[in-house]
């Protein structure tokens, strides 16, 4: 990691000299730090209050960390940074953000108001040592709570959108509506749609016909104010260690918590290519403000009626990012917030801004073109000598080897750990079948059989991958225990599971086992 965090370095110095002389620091987020690069990949929480949250994090960690509260009215009333430290402990806000250490320093700028809201919780965990978690306030609907924040929620939002890996939307099934501060909040993290995964927080209270309909009116609301032409990825689940209070759809649960895990483990992995790709977004968006603040400069007059001009100039930036855009081919996603550019345009006077520099733009385009192709290769070659990073710990323990790993004792895995063959227990009804098929020499043709199997209404192509499988001797016909296998594998399919792409050995038929002792039981059971 540290060959990544000296490249990220130095390629950073070859345009921040752009950032620099165009302003951008001042229009835009902060200039990135040392920090920002060796910090851990960071996921956001965001919810409604009482969406679950914070017991969230406390299911991801298995305990509690330090300045937890949780209720079903607002407990949570500022930011937490949840992070891996040997002492257990709370760090103040306004000592946080003068730590070099943590990526938190340019928060500042956002005042006490923010600061007295803003904790550092530490505590020797697992999980931790791999990611940080950051706990936000629960959204609450109407004006009074927006104005009493005394920050600018939805900015300090867009800051941690920017620097975090993965950004949560939590909703609960029974709080479905998105209030004008939480639609305010979403779209603060425009241009972060990749980052963002939506969490249907306790799908176990409402049955199965209700979670359709509430799933449904889940992504009706999020199409209004997400906007992009993609489904976002909701995950169902019921996140806390307690039993469910609606069992029937626990095996969809648990598919969805192992996705969900998934994704969250996969950041260590993934973490230096997204600070790369958000290096190379800031990279592309200081260009074209390089551009914008070039051409404000270019159109001011020399002597008289610079106001004027500068009002002009605002009112029409529409029009300039149309004329930009065709000059230079850039993308009509790589300009800034057009409302957002003219209020703070306001604050300026347009004859003090640098002229046009090629040089300092043909730099970026050379990073962008070639240095940053080849840092992508050092990390993937830097990457491909080390075991893979996940997120071990907490509710990421690995639980494959026991009972209760997903899917253990199901479908395929159904018999793995039982001395008799799974299939044997229908056997009886799969031979009454089978002795209709007209079989020669005990074995019935692939044509026959084919009539059977195609009565599943399966395609043809799991079929024959059912065919082949069951198929042990490759002969291309199909004993009584073959026959048996293939309507196993059918039932297995119909009921949702998944086949594999290699026969399982408990599945083996015991005739064609090269362990003869299997068949001496399996011949006991039949007598």
Known sequence: ???????????????????????FHDFHSPALEEADFQSKPMVLLVGQYSTGKTTFIRYLLEQDFPGMRI??????????????????????????????????????AFGNAFLNRFICSQMPNQVLQSISIIDTPGILSGEKQRISRGYDFSEVLRWFGERVDRIIL??????????????????????????????????????????????GALMWSLGKVINTPEVVRVYLGSFWAKPLQNAENRRLFEAETQDLFRDIQSLPRNAALRKLNDLVKRARLAKVHAYIIS?????????????????????????????????????????????????????????????????????????????ISSLMNMIREEESKQPPQMVMGGAFEDSSDGPFNHGYGEGIS??????DWIVSRDKHRYDEIFYTLMPINGKVTGINAKKEMMNSRLPNTVLG???????????????????????????????????????????????????PTADILYNNQED
């Open 1 to 23: 990691m540290n060959i990544h965090i000296t490249s990220f370095t130095r390629k950073r110095a070859s345009h921040k000299r752009i950032q620099e002389t165009y302003l």
């Open 71 to 108: 209720g079903p009215e607002p407990t949570t009333d500022g930011f937490i940074a949840v992070m891996y430290n040997e002492n257990e402990g709370i760090v103040p806000g306004n000592a946080l953000v003068v730590d070099p250490k943590k990526p938190f320093r340019k928060l500042n």
């Open 170 to 215: 939590l909703f609960d099934a029974h709080k479905l509506d998105i209030s004008d501060e939480f639609s305010e909040a979403i779209k603060a993290f425009r241009g972060q749609d990749d980052k963002i995964r939506v969490v249907l927080n306790k799908a176990d209270q409402v049955d199965t016909q209700q979670m359709m309909r509430v799933y």
């Open 295 to 371: 051409y404000l400069k270019k159109e001011m007059p020399s002597l008289f009626g610079k106001e004027k001009k500068k009002e002009e100039l605002i009112a029409h930036l529409p029009e300039i990012y149309q004329i930009l855009e065709r000059e230079y081919h850039i993308s009509p996603g790589d300009f800034p917030k057009v409302t957002k550019m003219q209020e703070q345009l306001q604050h300026y006077d347009f004859s003090k801004f640098p002229s046009f520099k090629v040089k300092l733009i043909e730099s970026v385009d050379k990073m962008l073109s070639t240095k």
């Open 414 to 419: 159904a018999g793995a750990d039982t001395e």
């Open 465 to 515: 991958k059912i065919w082949k499988l069951a198929d042990c001797d490759k002969d291309g016909m199909l004993d009584d225990e073959e026959f048996a296998l293939a309507q196993h594998l059918i039932k297995v399919k119909l009921e949702g599971f998944e086949l594999p792409t290699e026969l399982p050995n408990h599945l083996v038929p015991p005739s064609h086992r090269k362990n």
